[in-house]
């Protein structure tokens, strides 16, 4: 079975500076989607960035980019230039292709010191 | 991205009694849709998943005469908790993709219903 392991459950950053949020996975695919979601107070999950496992390039979006290390089965997301609305859950997710269902991993609550 | 709408956002009902959620994709037509469970302070679990046309598939632990799941169009899902009791208070948030668009394998999430059965 799919697994998403996510070991940090809490972590701080200063304002302005970077922050390094862990994941690693379990998986016998071969083609396979990676994602992070953020899930502020609203509770509205929110994509901030994805990953098409047959890429080797990185994910980057603005201040967010991705460490993808496909043999280690590492995901891990990379917050630079921290603002206070990045202060969320972060959920690292898995899912191969095809009408799949998510697989999350426990989440990581991020707080932003200003 | 993809619009996913939920309604309603927050519902309080009595014990015993039967609550639907609506799940709606609002630009796209999904013949697939996901439903998940969410506790305070924990992750997201998958429930089920819903079909277009044919029946629900539900996650081992589930119990399909509980929740009732209907996807009776390609733009809604509706998720009723049947003879609702305490212990069915959560936070319940379904998911959508759009297979037309180019980021076709990406999960939309509505804005999730906050159940709370007394």
């Known amino acids: 079975a799919q697994t998403v392991t996510q070991s940090q459950p809490e972590m701080s950053v200063q304002e302005a500076e970077t922050v390094t949020l862990s994941c690693t996975y379990d998986t016998s695919e071969s083609d396979y989607y990676l994602f992070w979601y953020k899930q502020p107070p609203s509770r509205q999950m929110i994509l901030v960035i994805r990953q098409e496992a047959y890429k080797q390039q990185n994910a980057t979006e603005n201040r967010f980019s991705v460490n993808f290390q496909k043999a280690a089965k590492s995901f891990s997301l990379k917050i630079s230039d921290s603002q206070l609305g990045d202060a969320a859950m972060y959920f690292c997710?898995?899912?191969?292709?095809?009408?799949?269902?998510?697989?999350f991993g426990k989440g990581t609550r991020l707080s932003v010191i200003a | 991205g993809a619009v996913v709408s939920q309604h309603p956002s927050r519902v309080i009902c009595k014990s015993g009694t039967s609550v639907k959620i609506e799940c709606r994709s609002l630009d796209f037509q999904a013949t697939t849709m996901f439903w998940y469970r969410q506790f305070p302070k924990q992750s997201l679990m998958l429930m089920a998943t819903?079909?277009?046309?044919?029946?629900?598939?539900?996650e081992q632990g589930v119990e399909k005469d509980k929740f009732l799941i209907n996807h009776a169009s390609l733009t809604l899902s509706t998720l009723t908790v049947t003879s609702a009791h305490p212990e069915d208070s959560s936070f319940y948030i379904c998911?959508?993709?759009?297979?037309?668009?180019?980021?076709?394998?990406?999960?939309?999430f509505g804005p999730g219903t906050r159940l709370t059965v007394l």
């Open positions: 998911s959508a993709r759009d297979p037309q668009r180019g980021d076709a394998d990406t999960q939309y």
């Open positions: 819903s079909n277009e046309g044919s029946k629900a598939t539900y």
């Open positions: 997710a898995y899912r191969i292709s095809g009408n799949t269902p998510l697989v």
